[in-house]
């Protein structure tokens, strides 16, 4: 069971926008601490795709974007393409015992 | 440019140890905090602990607590991670990820990934 909670997967087809959402609690989203995203394309590592909220390194095209709100955020990707088709994952700090850095269960995207 | 660059697959029965290697180049080692994670097959991502290269001070997350050890070398710029008493549910692949904290906290840089298995 993971401390933020993401829905398991999501699908769109090419050009469509899609929405992630990424929902956490009081210590960790709700407690002001930062939430970053990250794709990880199948048979590799993890990349950060959105950081501080909603930053992107260089290199990461402007389709993808974040926002956060309350307890929760959320990752939109415009304009899908067949190469955004990957495993993202919302990740912040929770200040609670269960542990420090923490992560979403991780949201499949399938371009149709 | 920055590169982790992991140990290689192990093998391992349950009940021993594992140790996976992660060596850095591209930047001054002791500069940045690393983490270890870890991901079960077809699974997320779970933190494991952090370990500071400059001191070598340490801090894990609490189900592995007393199971986890995390220890560098400055002279090869490497940092280690080895996990005891091993457990089928500890078959996963295990990375190591530089962590940037200013201006923002969070992983800029992973190893590829070190698979480990856990079979009898």
């Known amino acids: 069971q993971s401390v933020l909670t993401q829905p398991p997967s999501v699908s769109g087809a090419p050009g469509q926008r899609v929405t992630i959402s990424c929902t956490g609690g009081?210590?960790?989203?709700?407690?002001?601490?930062?939430v970053h995203w990250y794709q990880q394309l199948p048979g590799t590592a993890p990349t950060v795709l959105i950081y501080g909220n909603n930053y992107r390194p260089s290199g990461v095209p402007d389709r993808f974007s974040g926002s956060k709100s309350g307890t929760s955020a959320s990752l939109a990707i415009t304009g899908l393409q067949v190469e955004d088709e990957a495993d993202y994952y919302c990740?912040?700090?929770?200040?609670?015992?269960?542990?420090?850095?923490?992560f979403g269960g991780g949201t499949k995207l399938t371009v149709l | 440019q920055v590169q982790l660059v992991q140990s290689g697959a192990e093998v391992k029965k349950p009940g021993a140890s594992v140790k996976v290697s992660c060596k850095a180049s591209?930047?001054?080692?002791?500069?940045?905090?690393m983490h270890w994670l870890r991901q079960a097959p077809g699974q997320g991502l779970e933190w494991m602990g952090i370990i500071n290269p400059s001191g070598g001070t340490t801090s894990y997350a609490q189900r592995f607590q007393g199971r986890v050890t995390m220890t560098r070398d400055t002279s090869t710029s490497s940092v280690y991670m080895e996990l005891s008493g091993l457990r089928s549910e500890d078959t996963a692949v295990y990375y190591c990820?530089?962590?940037?904290?200013?201006?923002?906290?969070?992983?800029?840089?992973w190893g590829q990934g070190t698979l480990v298995t856990v079979s009898s």
């Open positions: 990740q912040s700090y929770d200040n609670s015992l269960s542990g420090a850095w923490v």
């Open positions: 990820a530089r962590y940037v904290e200013y201006p923002y906290s969070y992983f800029d840089f």
């Open positions: 591209g930047y001054t080692f002791t500069t940045y905090h």
């Open positions: 009081s210590s960790n989203i709700g407690a002001d601490y930062d």
